[in-house]
Structure formats: C-alpha cells, structure tokens
C-alpha cells in the first residue's frame, strides 16, 4: 500500500521554494493542488481559503481526495486530523507535493507508477 512520500515535519525537504509558497500562499498552493490532481474546483477553494477563513476545511479535503488519487489509505477523518494540526506536521505541504507527484505521474495511481521503475 502507499504511503506519502513525505512525513511530518519534513516539508523542507520538498525545496525552499515550494515550502515558502505553501508557508506564505496557501490559497494559491490549495488551488494549484486541485489542478495538480484534475480538480475543477481550484478556485472555489482558493476563495473558501483565504477571504473566507475555511483552510482547515479546503486542506481536509485536498488532503482526501490527494490520498484517495495516489492509492495512500487515508480517509477523511485522518485529513481531518492532519489539518486541523498543520502548523505542527506541515500537511499542506505534504498534500502540495503529492499532488505534484501525482501530475508528474501522468495521473497513475501509485502502485502502477513504482511497478514501472
């Protein structure tokens, strides 16, 4: 089964610059997520996130449905969890990348994608 490629607290591992553009601009981060992943919705959880206040709500389900595209058995309780704890495990970070893992893939859930190495 999968798991994500990366853990708590290690969203600097991910590169500076992804991790300062996650840190300082979530709303752009959660909508480029949902592009990352084939979400129509960026936009709408752009706005939920920022004017609006509901970024728990946006992660926990980007954080989901990022879970459910790469194959990691997750479930939205645990998202839930993750999100509401983020500044102490960085969960947007390791959805952000993720996604982008995903959108590197070419969209192939991730047991098919490590069968190709």
Do not use: H
Request: net charge neutral; charged share 15%.
């Amino acid at each position: 089964m999968p798991e994500w490629t990366q853990g708590a607290c290690q969203c600097c591992d991910m590169g500076a610059g992804d991790c300062l553009y996650v840190a300082f601009c979530p709303c752009l981060a959660y909508k480029n997520t949902a592009e990352n992943i084939g979400d129509p919705n960026g936009l709408v959880y752009c706005l939920a996130a920022f004017p609006f206040g509901f970024g728990c709500c946006v992660l926990t389900m980007l954080g989901n449905t990022v879970a459910e595209k790469r194959g990691i058995q997750s479930g939205l309780a645990a998202s839930a969890c993750k999100a509401f704890c983020n500044g102490c495990f960085c969960f947007s970070c390791t959805v952000y990348k993720e996604s982008c893992v995903f959108k590197e893939q070419g969209a192939a859930p991730a047991g098919e994608s490590m069968q190709r190495k």
